[in-house]
């Protein structure tokens, strides 16, 4: 019996939670199928792009803009960070921390395209 439960554990444990989701109502904004190339390659991008759970989507010029809160590599959740995905290409670029050398270049490049920085 310790064995069949020990194994359930072991088999759920490597199995990937789906929780990726939109976590207020800005997904009306955003075309279904889009929304799953982005969750798409969320989970591709990202450290734990399962985890990743959006906010204040917009879609803007070709790009679907907003808020990013996922895991980083040790296990808790970063923060909503800024993003903007380009529907075209299938690119993900999210904003990095302040204290980041590319940080200036990336947030004037963000807002040049309509995507919100900041909350």
Do not use: H
């Amino acid at each position: 019996m310790r064995l069949v439960v020990f194994g359930i554990v072991l088999l759920a444990s490597c199995l990937p939670a789906l929780s990726q989701q939109v976590v207020d109502e800005s997904a009306k904004y955003v075309e279904p199928a889009d929304l799953e190339m982005l969750f798409s390659t969320a989970r591709d991008d990202l450290a734990d792009g399962y985890s990743a759970k959006f906010s204040w989507l917009s879609k803007k010029r070709g790009y679907i803009c907003g808020f990013v809160n996922a895991k980083n590599g040790f296990g808790a959740y970063s923060g909503n960070t800024a993003f903007r995905y380009e529907v075209s290409s299938r690119t993900l670029e999210v904003l990095p921390p302040a204290n980041d050398a590319l940080f200036g270049l990336k947030e004037l490049s963000l807002r040049n395209s309509g995507c919100p920085t900041s909350i």
